[in-house]
T-cell receptor, first 111, second 114 residues
């Protein structure tokens, strides 16, 4: 069964304090790992898609990396506006396009 | 680009009534749309997948007669919660995908059933 596990569940950082969020997955034949940001009461906002081990993508203060078993979302010098829940998802197997999501990491960046 | 809208953004209804939620892809044609449900402090749970012009595929445990999905065009899918009850109160989110892999999400609809 496809599974996605995110850690930590919650993370509190000081502004400028870099850290990483983890997403470990077990899926037969990865067909894409996705990172989304979700603000309270809103739908997820697309950040990155990674397809193969070794792949990296960056956007502003965020960088996503992928290995054969996990993905990391690195946040460099975060700002309070980076506070949100970060969701990791993988495509379901068996040719399906739907996603299965992890439980998310709630990030709070204090000024 | 890749904007998805939902309407309404929130709805309050009485138990036993039906509620329709619309999901539109505004600047692209969505071959596939997905409906998710999210309870407080939990992650998104897939309810169903719909392809334009086809019947929706429901996830295990989701009642297809209760959650009616129609995907009549490449830009519009609707979810109707029939005979809603308080336990159906939740945050309903749709997503849409074109030919690529990335799903773009709508802003969500908060449903409260009294």
């Amino acid at each position: 069964e496809d599974q996605v596990t995110q850690s930590p569940e919650a993370l509190r950082l000081q502004e400028g304090e870099s850290s990483s969020l983890n997403c470990s997955y077990t899926v037969s034949g990865l067909r894409g790992l996705f990172w989304y940001r979700q603000d309270p009461g809103k739908g997820p906002e697309f950040l990155f898609t990674l397809y193969s081990a070794g792949e990296e993508k960056e956007k502003e203060r965020l960088k996503a990396t992928l290995t054969k078993k996990e993905s990391f979302l690195h946040i460099t010098a975060p700002k309070p506006e980076d506070s949100a829940t970060y969701l990791c998802a993988v495509r379901l197997g068996r040719g399906r396009r739907a996603l299965t999501f992890g439980s998310g990491t709630r990030l709070q960046v204090q000024p | 680009g890749a904007v998805v809208s939902q309407h309404p953004s929130w709805v309050i209804c009485k138990s036993g009534t039906s509620v329709k939620i619309e999901c539109r892809s505004l600047d692209f044609q969505a071959t596939t749309m997905f409906w998710y449900r999210q309870f407080p402090k939990q992650s998104l749970m897939l309810m169903a997948t719909s392809n334009e012009g086809s019947k929706a595929t429901y996830e295990q445990g989701v009642e297809k007669d209760k959650f009616l999905i129609n995907h009549a065009s490449l830009t519009l899918s609707t979810l109707t919660v029939t005979s809603a009850h308080p336990e159906d109160s939740s945050f309903y989110i749709c997503s849409a995908a074109a030919s690529g892999e990335t799903q773009y999400f709508g802003p969500g609809t908060r449903l409260l059933v009294l």
